[in-house]
């Protein structure tokens, strides 16, 4: 896993040779552009679902026409590939993304354990990729957000909202995709058989979708981008016949002028049609949420030259079909699917259904991805992250997300059994998401972009107007499926905004009750304490400071490890830590102690590494940096912690090649130590088989003595095994609290703590080796 732990940050700085950006733009159709791609197969229906009054004109048609026109052109094209993706975050895109890059620049980040040490990472504060120097109105606004922690608080509800509404999205993209494309089978059978297999066959597509993704999408994913090439161009080729044999004149409807006459004709019907019309743009906010897996250029291209005039050709298509066969009459339905040839209904039908399975399968994954960086931020309570690829690091499968979101699905799709009640839902959801974009990005322009302010409410009144326009039209359908994004969002934020309230309220504790330092030094040289044989890692929230888990455990157990390392493994607001930025390390209290601080860095997007990799890169890091202290070389720069201590930043193994690395054997007192040109630490024999560590140094600079037996008692404490000590906190509320709070943590939170994953399994902790130290926090 080093290598892609390398592998990662360079995929983020190289640049792109036009061969590289073709392919990614690809392979970017079948991840990106699954779900934006088979909205043809509902929009038309649901715009037409019972708002628009029946009439033998062509003027109706010709007005969504034209409103699919203009929003495919204003809200993808202009807002999205030619703004939004430019704010990306170090590479990384999606709602957290902009939080996190405007917490940096105005320091209004909600992780409890930041450092200043934090804001020397080089990716901190590379992203202005305008005018360097901020403007007047630009630092009054970033000071204004640092006083009120009421704006500060206001931005992260924003945030959340917008997050609870892509988790929506996961839930009923997959259910009116799959539904709409099973909907063909109407066509082709009678329809008292349809309706008997629509829902059941619906229903075992997306069980099967959600069943195959433990084993990740790295596998079959190669086929993904063929079949949405083979969608595009079939609904292309259709759209083009269409417009052909039909109606050649349909492309006077892209005139806005229609747009007017469609809304002074129908009125109200045609606002609320709105509601529908809006499905066209479904998955667009994909572009900027899958950003981390591509390039900006690779999914501008993709868009721009295949996917927008596909679509735009489909759309045509149908609105010159429907436009000659007066399909608004009251016996005729309207669909994607009497647009398509008879001859090629049944071959169509099978790549809908195929593409809609893709399109599902993005958004369930962008929904695994946000729900991992809203966890990474403190946002979420702890669940269980796997890797299904060793190469592709934004590969991730969460079982409890994966089942929650399947049995949702499943509820939607048998409770509604109509794309108009799904389509309502869907709609409210994705607009939702978008508006939040939209205020998030003017924020971006002024604070990160160092922009007039004039530009920022250009922005927010062009793009706002439209969004709040099909807002108005989702919202007025509440109870015809809107209802649904509003609750799941409800829930979802509830224990989003608890888990993060929790969290905040138990570092508080943590921070008002720590030891201090001289305490610890009170103790004496021995401490006072019997010391027993290997390391203690002591897990610890706290950057500075000795944890109140600590002494709570020296009261009752007054023995610990000949070596103590506090181990504080965080989160950063950066997608990715470079390697060689990853460790803080620094000593508390004297040397011979033998106690160590060391503060693990992680980006929102990071790849965590499995116990025995990490603890041996854990024990380099410290190596390094007790062979740097001695001899002053090594390339490690120091940082200053926020209270006391002096930490000195420590790269992995993999960074500092030329110094300390570490090999493990297993071996007996009859084998003798391997010859090497490089001076070897090594423990003493021993009479029986175990395990033998050693470090291998650099023959030059020479190392102090000190040092050197310092590097010797921690080769020793490596063989004699590694002890994980976590604190198990329980919260409660101290007397006096408002209801209000009581319910939070007694309620809310603390069945959140009881119900979510363990820190042992969280930080991969091996049962055997871990010791759990009770506490109850009163807050």
């Known amino acids: 896993m080093m290598d892609l732990e390398s592998g990662v940050y360079q995929n983020h700085v190289k640049k792109e040779s036009w061969k590289t950006v073709l392919i990614l733009a690809y392979q970017s159709l079948g991840v990106v552009y699954g779900d934006l791609s088979t909205s043809p197969l509902y929009v038309y229906k649901n715009a037409f679902a ?3 009054h029946h009439s033998e004109s062509n003027e109706e048609i010709y007005g969504v026409l034209s409103f699919v026109f203009w929003t495919l052109t204003l809200i993808p094209l202009v807002k999205y590939v030619f703004i939004v993706l430019r704010a990306d975050d170090n590479g990384e895109g999606g709602t957290f993304a902009l939080y996190s890059l405007l917490c940096r620049h105005a320091r209004l980040i909600s992780l409890p354990n930041c450092q200043l040490a934090d804001e020397e990472l080089s990716e901190y504060k590379k992203d202005v990729i305008f005018n360097p120097i901020p403007t007047s109105f630009g630092s009054k606004l970033k000071s204004t957000l640092e006083k009120h922690r009421v704006l500060q608080k206001f931005l992260l509800v924003l945030a959340l909202i917008g997050t609870c509404m892509v988790i929506g999205d996961g839930i009923l993209t997959p259910a009116i995709s799959v539904f709409s494309a099973v909907s063909g089978l109407e066509l082709s ?102 950003l981390g897996h591509f390039s900006q250029l690779s999914i501008k291209v993709a868009f721009t030259f295949v996917v927008y005039p596909s679509l735009i050709l489909a759309y045509m298509g149908q609105a010159a079909y429907l436009s000659r066969h007066h399909v608004i009459s009251r016996d005729y339905q309207i669909g994607f699917y009497v647009s398509v040839p008879d001859k090629l209904r049944w071959p169509v039908l099978g790549i809908a259904i195929l593409a809609a399975v893709v399109g599902s399968q993005a958004i369930i994954t962008g929904t695994f991805s946000i729900i991992k960086q809203c966890h990474a931020l403190g946002c979420f309570p702890r669940v269980k992250i796997v890797h299904t690829s060793s190469k592709m690091h934004g590969q991730i499968y969460i079982p409890e997300i994966n089942w929650t979101l399947m049995l949702l699905c499943l509820a939607v799709t048998i409770g509604f059994r109509d794309t108009k009640r799904m389509g309502n839902a869907s709609g409210l959801a994705l607009i939702t998401v978008m508006l939040v974009t939209t205020c998030l990005m003017s924020l971006v322009i002024v604070l990160c972009w ?34 649904v994004p509003i609750a799941l969002a409800f829930i979802f934020f509830s224990i989003m905004y608890t888990w993060h309230y929790g969290t905040l309220k138990k570092y508080e504790f943590d921070v ?60 950063v607001p950066v997608p990715h830590v470079r390697p060689d930025e990853r460790f803080l390390v620094g000593h508390i209290g004297p040397k011979e102690f033998r106690l160590y601080r060391c503060i693990v860095r992680y980006g929102y997007r990071d790849f965590h590494k499995d116990d025995n990799e990490f603890e041996n890169d854990l024990l380099c890091s410290i190596a390094e940096f007790i062979r740097a202290e001695s001899t002053g070389v090594g390339g490690i720069r120091d940082a200053l912690n926020k209270d006391e201590e002096k930490m000195t930043v420590v790269g992995t193994p993999s960074t500092h090649v030329g110094g300390i690395q570490m090999c493990e054997e297993f071996t007996d007192d009859n084998d ?94 091996p049962h055997a080796s871990t010791l759990e130290v009770g506490m109850i926090y009163h807050v």
């Not at 190669?222 to 269409?242: E, K, Q, R």
């Not at 062009?462 to 209802?483: C, V």
């Not at 291998?696 to 600079?701: I, R, T």
């Open 50 to 52: 019972e708002d628009i």
């Open 672 to 765: 003798l130590p391997g010859t090497s040109e490089l001076k070897e630490i090594q423990s003493p024999p021993v009479m029986q088989l175990r395990k033998r560590v050693r470090f291998v140094l650099p023959e030059s600079p020479k190392i102090e003595t000190g040092a050197l037996q310092e590097l010797e008692d921690l080769v020793e404490a490596r063989e004699a095994g590694v002890a994980y000590i976590l604190g198990h906190a329980h919260m409660r509320t101290k007397q006096g609290s408002s209801l209000l709070k009581r319910v939070v943590i007694n309620v809310g939170y603390d069945f959140l703590s009881r119900n979510c994953r363990a820190a042992t399994c969280l930080l991969r902790v």
């Open 189 to 290: 059978m009678s329809k008292e058989h349809h309706k008997c297999l629509e829902v059941p066959v619906a229903c075992l597509i997306l069980i099967g979708l959600f069943a195959l993704q433990h084993f990740g999408t790295h596998r079959v994913g190669f086929l993904f981008a063929p079949v949405v090439m083979t969608w595009l161009f079939c609904i292309s080729a259709i759209g083009l016949y269409n417009i052909i044999h039909w109606n050649p004149h349909v492309y006077q409807a892209l005139s806005p002028y229609y747009m007017y006459k469609f809304l002074k004709k129908t009125r109200r019907g045609g606002w609320m049609s709105l509601g529908g019309i809006l499905l066209c743009i479904t998955g667009s906010e994909a572009m900027f949420a899958d």
């Open 450 to 483: 160092h922009q007039s302010i004039f530009l920022a409410i250009g922005f927010v009144l062009f793009f706002g107007t439209i969004e709040a326009l099909y807002f108005s039209a989702s919202l007025i359908k509440f109870l015809e499926g809107a209802w």
């Open 512 to 571: 008002q009750n720590k030891v201090s330092i001289n305490w610890l030094l009170s103790l004496g040289p021995s401490l006072g304490i019997v010391r027993v044989r290997g390391i203690g890692l002591i897990h610890t929230e706290l950057v500075s400071g000795i944890p109140a888990i600590f002494s709570h455990f020296v009261t009752n157990l007054p023995a610990f490890h000949q070596v103590l390392v506090f181990l504080c493994v965080k989160s």
